[in-house]
Structures are given as C-alpha cells and as structure tokens.
C-alpha cells in the first residue's frame, strides 16, 4: 500500500486519540463507585430482606401479646363472676362452696402464671421492636451512601463522556486527512491488535518495543517514502519519522 509520509504521520495522531479514548474507556468500566455501588446494593437487598424479617417477628410478637392478654381476660372475668357468686350468698352447701374457693383459687393462680407469659412476650416484643428501628436505621443509611455514590458515578460518567466526545470530534478532523485505505487498514489493525500505528523510532518498533533486525531496517531504508510498512512483530503500520535512526 502507498500513501504520502504527510498522511503516514497523521495516523500516529490519530493512534494517540484512539489510545485517549481506550483510556476513557477503561475509567469508565473500572471507575471505583462501579464497585462500591455493587457492595451497597448487595447490603442493601441484604437489609431490606433484615427489615422484613425482624417485622414479620415483632408482629407475630405483638398478635401473641394480644392473645395472651385476652388469655388473662378470660380467666380474670371467670374468677370476678365466681367471686361474685360467693360473696353472694347463694351458694350455701358446704361442699359446694369449698369447690367454689377451691376454683377461684386455682384461677388466680392461673392468671398469675398468664401474666408472666405476657411479661415475658412484652420483653421479647421490645428487643423485636429495638432490632426492626435498628435495621432500618441502617437500610436507610445504606440507601443514602449508595445514592450519593450513584451520583458520583453518573458525575463521573458525564464527565468522561464530555471528554470522549471531544477527543471523538478531534478525532473525526485527524481521520479526514488519511486515505480512505489507509484509514481502512489502520481500523482493521486496531480492530485485531488493539493498536493500529507506531512510530518507528530509534530502530524499535514503539508499539511492541521491540529493536529491528539490521536486514528490516535495511528493507525500510531501500522501501520508497511513501510505501507503507510494518512491523514483523506486531504487524502495526511502522511511520517513519527523523527519529526513526534509518
Ligand atoms: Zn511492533
């Protein structure tokens, strides 16, 4: 392929751009909020199940409170009405009021030992109730961390995208001035290599680094200025330069 030295040049401008723009590329899929987001939104899905978990126990807590007082009701309105019946005097058959004494007595005994049960599942109800505050409070804090990283992130994405658009739009003026093939040739190279073009310089290919043979360099020499050549190792387009030690 042939192409003036002036257009050959301007491909090393362009292989600059083109490594500007790899650069963006890689801030933005490694930007550290990326990873940061990732972590929060796995403690926060973490959190939320928490939350419902811990809310789901203290309701059952409060509806368990609920029936154990119903529990102390009931038995404390049954002893009130036997209570009633024998201060009333009607029973007046020994035997019938020593059974009655004998219930009332086993009924207060009974909504004693009801009332430690609601004591206890009001204890237990108050540690549900202090762990459903305590894990909101947290969910919430997780939930504002990973939206103020989220907008850091789209900050920071913005601005790389106001950068990569510049560099495309430079970009655009320095491909203008290269022939189509050799523009053609030059993608095709970036496509497969990562790096379309390297300046030859010194006697070393600067896109693998590594030194020509005296036989390449004396091919290079011998080729016509406006031939394009390239490198044996890494198959770039070599550009010729002053510096190039031919
Ligand atoms: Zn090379």
Redesign the pocket.
Known sequence: MKAAPEAQKRLLDLAELDSVLDRLAHRRRTLPELAEIDERSKLYAKLVTQVIEAETEAGDLAREQTKAENDVDAVRTRADRDQKRLDSGAVTSPRDLASLQSEIASLHKRQGDLEEVVLEIMERREAADTKVTDLITQRDEVRAALSAAEDRRDAALAEIEKEAADVQGRRGGVAGDIPADLLKLYEKLKEQYGVGA?MLHGGR??????ALSIAEMNAIKAAPHDEVVR??????I?VRTPESGL
Do not use: S
């Open positions: 390297a290919c600067q896109g693998c680094k590594v490198c044996e190792e890494c198959r770039r070599l």
